[in-house]
């Protein structure tokens, strides 16, 4: 039997994860003709409840869930958008194991979602998705400060949340200079968790 295979697109806000996955779903649907699932967490009501929508206001209908639903066998392939969203409170299981059955059953999966949160931290399902990939494509934005290369996403109004649905009236790509700049407070020690 086939076993699936597994790409990641990830990245900071704005890097077109969202565009990449819908081309992707799109591809596999029309160049293959093969049926697909684009599933995204119900949590992300941003742009659409059953949509998979990118800044740019292109979208494919998805189903939203809170937990992997059951795929049947006509089913070639799965695309998750949003993925780091993929957790407790707002999924319930383990996404990651749901993504080793659907590859043990011989589905594709491509997933998309945030490397980093606005701290610099990884976000576990990501990085964990990372490491097993296939296929791994780290996308990059435009700094809203300088216009060079952004790998990092800035929180504009702080508080201690992590998981905080917005847009770009809350978050905006940065640099490394000036994502560095405004991300930690004076004096203070960076420390890394191992």
């Keep these: 039997m086939r076993y699936g295979k597994l790409e990641v697109i990830?990245?900071?806000m704005f890097s077109g994860k969202s565009t990449e996955i819908l081309k992707r779903a799109i591809w596999y649907t029309h160049g293959t003709g093969?049926?697909?699932?684009?599933?995204?967490?119900?949590?992300?009501?941003?742009?659409?409840?059953?949509?998979?929508v990118n800044h740019d206001g292109i979208g494919f209908d998805a189903l939203p869930i809170t937990r992997m639903p059951a795929v049947p066998d006509t089913i070639k392939a799965v695309f998750i958008d949003e993925v780091q969203f993929c957790?407790?409170?707002?999924?319930?299981?383990?996404?990651?194991?749901?993504?080793?059955?659907?590859?043990?059953?011989?589905?594709?999966v491509a997933v998309s979602g945030l490397d980093l949160d606005w701290?610099?931290?990884?976000?576990?399902v990501t990085a964990t998705l990372a490491a097993m990939a296939d296929g791994l494509w780290k996308l990059k934005s435009r700094c809203a400060v300088c216009g060079h290369e952004a790998h990092k996403t800035f929180k504009k109004h702080r508080n201690d949340r992590t998981v905080e649905l917005g847009q770009a009236d809350l978050y905006e790509p940065r640099c490394n200079l000036h994502w560095h700049d405004h991300s930690e407070a004076p004096g203070r020690e960076l420390s890394l968790d191992l």
Excluded: Q, W
């Design 87 to 108: 957790v407790d409170p707002h999924y319930h299981g383990d996404v990651i194991e749901d993504v080793r059955t659907l590859l043990h059953r011989g589905i594709d």
């Design 119 to 124: 701290r610099g931290r990884a976000f576990p």
């Design 10 to 12: 990830c990245g900071p």
């Design 34 to 52: 093969s049926h697909i699932m684009l599933l995204k967490p119900a949590f992300d009501v941003r742009y659409a409840e059953n949509r998979v």
